[in-house]
C-alpha cells in the first residue's frame, strides 16, 4: 500500500509556474523547458532518468514534487475497440479514462477516429439518477496533475501496442472531458489542466479537438464562454422538459431549463460552435415522440447538434435503453426537422464504458475482499 499524497505532482505545474518556482529556489530558469521535456516528449518515468540535470536539482525535484501520481492498476478492452485504463492515485481511489478506437459519433461513419475520455473528479456529487458515478456521491476532487497524468497513461498505453512507434498524444482525434465527475464542479483544476495538455512545452493537444460535457452549471459555463481556450461544448441535456429533466438530473431543480438554455446560446454565439446536446435514450423515461420533438425545437433554436446515446444499464438501477426502432423513430423526428443528429452505437458497452462502472466494480469488490 502506499502512502498518503505528501508532495504536489509534478505534472500540476505550467512552465510558468515552474520557472518561478526554480528560481525561487536558486536553479537556472531555463531547466524549466528541460524537465517539461523529460516529462512530456520523452515520458520519463523516474528522475534518474533526467540525465541532462545536475545531481542536485534532481535531489531539489524528487524531494519537491510526485512524479507518479496515478498507477496503472489494470486495462479492460472490447472488440478492441474500447481499453479502459483503470488508475489508482496515491489515496488509493479510483479513476477511470477511457481511449476508443472507433467512430463515437455517428451511423456511418467507418473511418477510424481515436477518442480519448478522461475523468475529472472521484465520484460525483450531481447524483443524476441513471449514472454509475453520482450513486455513492463525490469523494473528492481530482487535482490538475492527477488529471493531466491520465493522458500521460493513455500515451503509454499506446506505446505498449506499437512498441516501434512511440504514441503522440496528436495521433488521437479527440479528447472528451466525460469520464467521472462534473468538470464545471472543480473548475480550475480542469482549466488548468487542459492548459497544459494544450500547451507547446506540455502535450501540444489542440483545444478545438477538446470537448467538455456538463450537467449544466450555468455560472460555470458562463465562465467558461470566456475562457481564452476556445473548447468545444457538450450539455447533457437528458430530458426536454423540465418535468422529465429534473425526474433524472437534481442539477435541473438548481438551474432550470430556462436559465440553463441562454447560457448554451451565449456560449455558441461567443465562440461561433455548435454546442453538442447529449440525450440519453432510457426507456419510458425520456424516449417519447413528444420529447423528440420539444428537444428538435430546443436543438433548431440554438442551433446545436444533438447527439443520442442509448442508455447503457448499470447494475442495480432500474432503467434500460429502448428498442432499436424506437430510438430510430426518435432521431428520425429530429433530422426531419432539420437538426444535426447522430445516434450513437454504443462501444464498450460489454467493459461498462458508460461513466464509473468499472471503478465502482472493483470497488466493491476491493470492500468485498476487505471485509474476509
Ligand atoms: N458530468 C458530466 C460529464 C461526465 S458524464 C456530464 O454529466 O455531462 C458523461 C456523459 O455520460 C453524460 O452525458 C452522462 O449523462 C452520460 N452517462 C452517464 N451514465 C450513463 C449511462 N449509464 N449510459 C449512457 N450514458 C451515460
Ligand atoms: Fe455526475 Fe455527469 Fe454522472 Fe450526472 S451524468 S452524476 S453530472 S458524472
Redesign the pocket.
Known sequence: MRPPPALPTIYGETLDSLTALLKEHGHPAFRARQIMTWLYKKRARAWAEMTDLSQPLRAWLAATFELEPTKFVLTRQSEDVTDKLLLELADQSLIETVIIRAPQLGVGQENSRKTICISTQVG?A?G?K????GLEGLKRNLTAGEIVHQLIQVCRQEDDRTPRARAELASFDNLV???????LHNYDAIIRALTILNAGWGLGFGARRITL???GLVPKIRQLADEPLGLRL?I?L?GATDEVREQIMPINKKWPLKELLPAVREFSEKHGRMVTL?F?LIEGINDSLDQARKLRDIAFDLHAHVNL?P????EGLPWKRPSLTRQEKFAQVLDRGGVSVTLRREKGHAIDA??GQLRLKTEKAREAATAL
Open positions: 460525483c450531481m443524476c441513471f449514472c454509475a458515478s472531458v466525460m469520464g467521472m465527475g462534473e468538470p460535457s456538463t450537467s457538450a447533457s437528458h447529449e440519453i446515446i442508455y447503457n444499464t448499470v458508460a461513466c
